[in-house]
Nanobody, 122 residues
Framework: DVQLQASGGGLVQAGGSLRLSCAAS????????IGWFRQVPGKEREVVSC????????VHANSVKGRFTISSDNAKNTAALQMNTLKPEDTAVYYC???????????????WGKGTLVTVSS
């Protein structure tokens, strides 16, 4: 039974930083795609960042390039999203997702964690 636990959300002022973490159980991060997604009420969920645990290749949405960094710790089966220079438009519920076969990350990821709320005040 695969479980993903996202944490690290909170309230931060614009320009600040947050670090989200995703802890996985029931799956090894040997060769998986790990993604961070976000969703604002009334809008579609969008992929923010995606990383291949096997080779470390990472991709980011244009809206977060240069500000967000995704990483994975395969030995611990964890992933992180470092978010810097946060903007009010980054406010959303953030989800981590993992898939052993899907690359790049998209809405069809196999395993999803519960979201963590990030609120950026202006």
């Amino acid at each position: 039974d695969v479980q993903l636990q996202a944490s690290g959300g909170g309230l931060v002022q614009a320009g600040g930083s947050l670090r989200l973490s995703c802890a996985a159980s029931g799956i090894r991060f040997d060769d998986v795609a790990i993604g961070w997604f976000r969703q604002v009420p009334g809008k579609e969920r969008e992929v923010v960042s995606c990383i291949s645990s096997k080779d470390g290749i990472a991709v980011h949405a244009n809206s977060v390039k240069g500000r967000f960094t995704i990483s994975s710790d395969n030995a611990k089966n964890t992933a992180a999203l470092q978010m810097n220079t946060l903007k009010p438009e980054d406010t959303a519920v953030y989800y981590c997702a993992v898939d052993p076969y899907n690359w790049p990350c998209d809405d069809n990821m196999r395993y999803w964690g519960k979201g963590t709320l990030v609120t950026v005040s202006s």
